[in-house]
C-alpha cells in the first residue's frame, strides 16, 4: 500500500474520498486672518478652575504611566493571535538532560536519534562521572554525537521529606538555574527533559514559534494518566515528556530557585517543584498536546494511530512499552520512524481518514506509521478516539489506575475483528513528491483479504 503525498499538484483520479478531521496646511493655504482690536481681556483664575486643571493633568498622566509602561505576560494562555510567529530556530534552544551515572550509558541511543552536534545545543546533567563497562569514564569516551555532560553541584544541603521517594528529585530540579547559569549566548527557550525522552526537534520549533520568548511562559503537557495527575497536579509539565521555558522567565526564576526549592521539601518529583515555584511566580502551563509523557505500558498503536493534529514534539518512556513496530528492537523501531521523521517531520502520525464507498471501506492513515482497513463506513469521531491496545501506568486493581485523561475505544480481542493494520515500511522523497509505502502486518490467520485484491466479489 503506498501513499503519495505531491506538493503541488494535489489532484487524484482514485474514487477514495480524504476526510480530515489546525494634516498640516498645504502650501497654497493661508490660515484664518483675524483683525487686531484694542478690546483687552483679562484671564481669571479662581481655585475652582484650578482644581479643574489639576484633575485633568492627573487623569492624563495616569493614562500615559498605563500605556506607556512594559508588562510582562504572566498569563498561562498565549497574548499572541494564532497567526503569529515568531522567528525562533533550533539553534535558539537549549536542551537540558536530566540523566544519571548509572542511566546515561545505556540510554544514549535515544538520544542520539535527535541529538545534532552541528544544530542542536544540549547538554546531560549527571550525578557523577558514569562508567561503562570497559571502565572509562564519560569524559574519557564521551561521543562527539552526543551533548556535552556537566556534573551537577551538591545538593544535600536541602531537605527533602517525601517519604521512600528520591532525594535526586533537588539536582535535577536545579539543573533549571544550573543550565542557565551557564550563560549561553542567543538562547530564546530552554526545554527539559529526561534522557529517555525522544524530542523531535523541528515540530518543537514550531510550536515554540507560537510564543513570544520574551514574554514569560511554561509551555508542556501534564499526564495521559488520571491518577498521576491527581497525585501532582493537573496544570502541572510532567519532566519525561518535556517542557519548555521562555528565556526571561528562566533567568527570573533561577534568582529564586534555590530558596524556593526548601519550600517544597514534601513534594515527590523535580517537575512538581518547578511547577510550584513558577506558580510563586504568576505563571501556569500553557498545554501543547504534541508533549507526550507516555504514563502507560505496553503496546502504543492506540495511541500513536489516533494522535492528536498537533505535531509531535516529545515521547517517553520507551524502556516500558513494546517496540513501535513489530519484529524490531525498541531502538530499531525508534530508528525505523526517525525515517519518516527526517523527510517530513511535520506529517508524522497526522491522521488522514478515508472512504472507499465501491469496496465499502474506512481507511485510517496515521503518516510515517500505520494504515488500518476497515470494514464499512466508520464514523469519522469514533476514528479519532486512540484503540486500547495499552496498559495503565500503575498496576494493581485500583480502579482509578485504568482511567486516562482522554476517550478510549475498545480494542477487539480477536484478531480477526481487528482492521487490517500496514505498517510503514519506507519513505523517500523525490522532485515529484513524498512517497510513504506500508506492509500489511498479519497477527492471526484469518483468511481475509481486501475486497479488491482480487476481482471476485467479497
Known amino acids: ?15 477514495i474520498t480524504i476526510t480530515t478531521a489546525s494634516h498640516p496646511l498645504s502650501k497654497n493655504m493661508q490660515p484664518p486672518t483675524t483683525t487686531a482690536t484694542s478690546t483687552k481681556k483679562t484671564l481669571t483664575v479662581t481655585p475652582s478652575r484650578l482644581k479643574d486643571l489639576l484633575l485633568i493633568l492627573s487623569f492624563l498622566t495616569i493614562i500615559y504611566l498605563l500605556f506607556s509602561s512594559p508588562r510582562p505576560q504572566l498569563s498561562s494562555t498565549p497574548r499572541t493571535a494564532p497567526s503569529t510567529s515568531f522567528l525562533t530556530t533550533r539553534r535558539h534552544i537549549v536542551f537540558s ?10 540510554r544514549q541511543p535515544y538520544i ?3 541529538y545534532n552536534p552541528t544544530t542542536t545545543r544540549a547538554f546531560a546533567f ?17 561521543d562527539p554525537t552526543l551533548p556535552r555532560v556537566i556534573i551537577s553541584k551538591d545538593t544535600s544541603s536541602f531537605p527533602y521529606t517525601f517519604k521512600g521517594g528520591l532525594k535526586s528529585a533537588i539536582r535535577v530540579a536545579r539543573v533549571v538555574k544550573e543550565v542557565v547559569e551557564l550563560n549561553e549566548p542567543d538562547v530564546d527557550w530552554f526545554v527539559f527533559g529526561d534522557d529517555d525522552t525522544v524530542f523531535f526537534v523541528e515540530n518543537l520549533v514550531t510550536v515554540l514559534s507560537k510564543y513570544d520568548h520574551n514574554g514569560w511562559f511554561y509551555v508542556g503537557i501534564n499526564s495521559e494518566s488520571y491518577d498521576q495527575n491527581v ?5 502541572m509539565g510532567f519532566g519525561g515528556g518535556g517542557f519548555a521555558i521562555s528565556y526571561s522567565l528562566a533567568k527570573v526564576l533561577a534568582r529564586v530557585l534555590d530558596s524556593c526549592l526548601v519550600r517544597y521539601a514534601h513534594l515527590y518529583g523535580s517537575d512538581a517543584r518547578i511547577f510550584s515555584c513558577l506558580a510563586e511566580l504568576g505563571v501556569g502551563l500553557s498545554h501543547e498536546p504534541g508533549f507526550h509523557q507516555v504514563d502507560m505500558r505496553g503496546d502504543l498503536f492506540g495511541m500513536l494511530s489516533a494522535h492528536p493534529l498537533s505535531p509531535l514534539v516529545s515521547l517517553h518512556h520507551f524502556d516500558a512499552v513494546n517496540p513501535i513496530f513489530p519484529n524490531m528492537s ?32 474506512t481507511v485510517s492513515v496515521a503518516w510515517g506509521y500505520s494504515v488500518q482497513v476497515f470494514e464499512g463506513n466508520e464514523f469519522l469521531p469514533d476514528l479519532l478516539i486512540p484503540q486500547r491496545t495499552f496498559m495503565p501506568w500503575r498496576r494493581g486493581g485500583n480502579a482509578e489506575f485504568t482511567r486516562f485523561m482522554f476517550n478510549i475505544r475498545e480494542y477487539p480481542k480477536d484478531p480477526c475483528k481487528r482492521p487490517l493494520v500496514f505498517f510503514m515500511e519506507s519513505v523517500t522523497s523525490g522532485k515529484n513528491g513524498i512517497w510513504s509505502n506500508y506492509i500489511r502486518h498479519d497477527v492471526a490467520d484469518c483468511n481475509r483479504r481486501l475486497c479488491h485484491e482480487e476481482s471476485e466479489t467479497c
Open 1 to 15: 500500500m503506498y501513499e503519495n503525498r505531491k506538493r503541488k499538484n494535489t489532484a487524484t483520479t482514485t474514487p
Open 97 to 106: 538532560i536530566a540523566s544519571s551515572s548509572t542511566s546515561f550509558i545505556h
Open 112 to 114: 542520539r536519534l535527535w
Open 126 to 142: 549527571l550525578d557523577r562521572e558514569a562508567v561503562d563497562p570497559t571502565g572509562n569514564n564519560t569524559r574519557s569516551i564521551m
Open 231 to 235: 497525585k501532582n497536579s493537573f496544570e
Open 330 to 361: 525498541k531502538t530499531q523501531a525508534l530508528e525505523h520512524l526517525f525515517n519518516g521523521v527526517n523527510v517530513d517531520p511535520a506529517r508524522v502520525l497526522q491522521q488522514t481518514v478515508c472512504y472507499d464507498p465501491v469496496h465499502s471501506l
